[in-house]
């Protein structure tokens, strides 16, 4: 399939805020959308780098300018021309057609579809910061970080293109996340696209702020090279050779990286005519005893009783990122997080709770191949470890795919009650 890439540079209820999402967001006449600077993590860098000491205003306009000419505006997305591999990554034709105002031509044909089903919760720039954000739970993605949950790739990876389909095809279940299977193929392939224009912009512009913070453009005791710095900050080689060359090869490499999956057993597969009742039955308590060991540590975060109260203190990376609870004795504290909170517009931290995993809710897919990926790959961007393959093999992961499957069926689910069990007292 052609792939094209653009070329650039030498607070109130929940119906108020749909409300301000529509007047925004849709319709004619509306004012031009615009991308908004990462102050977040601008100020967490500033902090945690610089001494507290904020960037000068030449540096964030500097940060502004090139990250908008680099990728254009809301309503004129653009893309770095000569970046390697973009042309497999990014189809701006597509991005196109997900990018700008709601609207549609005379031959019906739809555009903005970005902004009609996906910016009142996830935000113009990606950042999960939306008009009706703070009324959910959990928060909605950040793609500006280039991280994402629920993937076939290992930690650290990217997803593929087919992990964001099936999650645009299914939403994500327990979550304010829908289903968009009604969409046409190409409404979708279009989401998926401007997704990872987003992300890919939300990266670079991270880039861009660490290099600033970093003093490598900007020399404060020696002025008068500041103009040549800031014009290595705004050239081709640096900014294209470097940053977003560098940030696009993780996308085009992320099929590679995709976690390859041994097939189920059929002897496991109730649909399968070499299913085996007592084989499921033994596969499961294997999944069972394994749980509880330490080798695997289920049990630590998902509870003894899997219920998802092993540990209920701890947070995900995009609030750790300006959220340290470590730190709450420290004098600057208060100040600090007050800053934070005032930056992101209010959305207070929130703990991760891991999966109850007797409600039969898995956000990540139910599929047998969806659990296999949680368990061997971990859940990026959480506490959720990758599983440890050197002590676990692929059969002991099935068996516990197989446990994790069978509890919302078990007879203390089904009842309501659920006794606790003591891991040192599992055989």
């Known amino acids: 399939m052609a792939r094209h890439s653009g070329g650039i540079l030498g607070k109130g209820p929940i119906a108020a805020a749909f409300a301000v999402a529509s ?89 903005g579809l970005y902004r009609q089903h996906c910016v009142h919760c996830h935000g113009i720039s990606g950042d999960g910061r939306g008009p009706t954000a703070q009324f959910l739970n959990p928060y909605p993605r950040d793609f500006t970080r280039g991280i994402f949950k629920f993937k076939s790739t ?42 990872q224009y987003l992300s890919i912009r939300g990266e670079t512009e991270r880039r861009l702020i660490e290099a600033q913070v970093a003093g490598d453009f900007y020399n404060a005791d020696e002025p008068e090279n500041n103009a040549e710095l800031l014009s290595q900050f705004q050239g081709r080689e ?17 099929a590679e990286q995709a976690t390859e999956v041994p097939q189920r057993p059929k002897k496991y597969d109730r649909f399968s005519g070499e299913f085996d009742a007592d084989e499921l039955s033994a596969s499961q308590d294997r999944g069972r005893k394994l749980y509880y060991t330490t080798t695997a540590n289920c049990f630590s975060c998902h509870g003894p009783s899997q219920l998802g109260d092993g540990q209920m ?22 100040k600090r997080m007050a800053e934070y909170l005032e930056l992101t517009g209010g959305f207070k931290p929130r703990n991760i709770i891991p999966r109850n995993l007797r409600s039969g809710i898995y956000r990540g897919g139910r599929r047998p191949v969806d659990i296999f990926w949680r368990i061997a790959n971990g859940i990026d961007g959480t506490p959720m470890p990758a599983a440890n393959r ?17 509890l919302p069926y078990d007879s203390t689910s089904q009842n309501g009650i659920v006794a606790v069990t003591n891991p040192r007292d599992v055989d």
């Open 23 to 111: 007047l925004l967001f849709t319709g004619c006449g509306d004012p031009q959308a615009s991308f908004s600077l990462n102050r977040v993590y601008m100020r967490y860098l500033e902090n945690d780098q610089g001494g507290g000491e904020a960037l000068k205003r030449e540096q964030v306009q500097a940060i502004v300018d090139v990250t908008e000419a680099l990728y254009g505006t809301p309503d004129q997305p653009e893309f770095p021309s000569g970046v390697e591999s973009s042309e497999s990554v990014i189809d701006m034709a597509r991005v196109a057609s997900a990018a700008g105002p709601v609207h549609s031509n005379q031959y019906g044909d739809g555009a």
């Open 238 to 254: 640096y900014l294209v050779g470097e940053v977003a060359t560098e940030v696009v090869e993780g996308w085009a490499g992320a």
């Open 154 to 195: 290992p930690i650290g990876a990217k997803p593929t293109e087919e992990d964001l389909r099936t999650i645009l095809m299914n939403g994500v279940a327990g979550t304010a996340m829908p289903s968009f299977a009604l969409f046409s193929e190409g409404e979708i392939d279009a989401l998926i696209d401007y997704v």
């Open 313 to 334: 203190t701890d947070y995900d990376n995009w609030t750790k990122e300006f959220f340290d609870w470590t730190k709450k004795t420290e004098e600057a504290y208060p």
């Open 390 to 406: 050197s002590a676990l093999s692929d059969d002991d992961i099935w068996d516990l795919v197989n446990f994790v499957l069978s």
